[in-house]
């Protein structure tokens, strides 16, 4: 299973997480954005509308972008955050450090304007 990456402009990508980002995915999902922050892309959209299962790896991976890319004022964004998800963004109070947006369309026109 590999993630559905679409780039947005020269500097901004939407990564449809898909069912789950957890242990068994985590690894891939660092390499994926890795080429991609390679190529410059500094903004990454997370879609989880479809996503059922987030764990503890998943939300490290995610943090490790974060942590890659904000030194260049990269952000990421959680958009179209399912139940599952926004549990564990509640529990883990991610929130606090990632925006949210209710539809990737929102956080395409917060990061991309």
């Known amino acids: 299973m590999s993630f559905d990456v679409e780039t947005l402009t020269s500097d901004t990508a939407i990564v449809?997480?898909?069912?789950?980002?957890?242990?068994?995915?985590?690894?891939?999902?660092?390499?994926?954005?890795?080429?991609?922050?390679?190529?410059?892309?500094?903004?990454?959209?997370?879609?989880?509308?479809?996503?059922?299962?987030?764990?503890?790896?998943?939300?490290?991976?995610?943090?490790?972008?974060?942590?890659?890319i904000s030194p260049q004022d990269g952000q990421v964004a959680f958009a179209d955050v399912s139940r599952p998800v926004q549990v564990v963004v509640q529990l883990t109070r991610t929130y606090k450090v990632f925006r949210q947006y209710p539809s990737v369309e929102a956080a395409k026109e917060a990061l991309t304007s």
């Open 16 to 68: 449809h997480v898909g069912e789950a980002l957890d242990f068994r995915n985590a690894d891939e999902f660092k390499e994926t954005f890795q080429d991609y922050v390679e190529d410059d892309i500094q903004n990454f959209i997370l879609d989880f509308s479809e996503t059922e299962v987030l764990d503890s790896t998943g939300l490290g991976s995610i943090f490790s972008l974060y942590r890659e």
